[in-house]
């Protein structure tokens, strides 16, 4: 498969775990955080939960991946899984500086640490499936049929 593709196709398996983990933590805080205004505040359009939403999609299935497989050889690390968590990371901190709008105290950590986890999945699901995808993936020698015999 291309590069492209195959990180889109990241980027959605990707986008999926980062939900899941993001929608934990909206149960977790009794929906305080309201992720999808978070994104909106993100991009400037606070309170708009729609656009929100559309622009997570967007950008978690077809901007960052891309944005990976253009830059995938220069981040640190010799795992595409590794590169993954890379890239999660730069995101993390944008998103935790310019998402979290008028939250304080407490929820701020519990914030920061939660949705350091959801990007460091994201990143890694994305970096492993667009390994996989493009074949870069390493095989493993399992051993023969007889040594794994008892």
């Known amino acids: 498969m291309n590069r492209p593709l195959a990180a ?3 980027g959605f398996v990707g986008t999926v775990a980062l ?3 993001l929608l934990l933590f909206e149960v977790e805080t009794r929906s305080r955080i ?6 909106a505040r993100f991009v ?3 309170g708009d939960t729609a656009i929100g939403f559309l622009l997570f999609v ?8 891309l944005l990976f497989a253009a830059v ?16 999660g990371i730069l995101l ?5 500086l310019l998402g979290r709008g008028d939250l304080s105290g407490p929820i701020i950590a519990a914030f920061a640490g939660l949705t350091l986890m959801a990007h460091l999945a994201y990143g890694f699901v994305l970096g ?11 095989v493993h020698d399992a051993g023969t049929e007889s040594e794994m015999r008892w």
């Open 72 to 87: 995938e050889q220069s981040l640190p690390g010799d795992d595409p899984a590794m590169k993954g968590m890379a890239l």
């Open 34 to 39: 309201r992720m999808f205004d978070a994104v």
């Open 19 to 21: 939900s899941l983990l």
């Open 92 to 96: 993390w901190v944008a998103f935790v």
């Open 44 to 46: 400037g359009v606070p």
């Open 58 to 65: 967007v950008a978690g299935v077809v901007a960052w991946p």
């Open 8 to 10: 889109i196709g990241g």
């Open 128 to 138: 492993s499936a667009y390994a996989r995808f493009t074949g870069s993936t390493p």
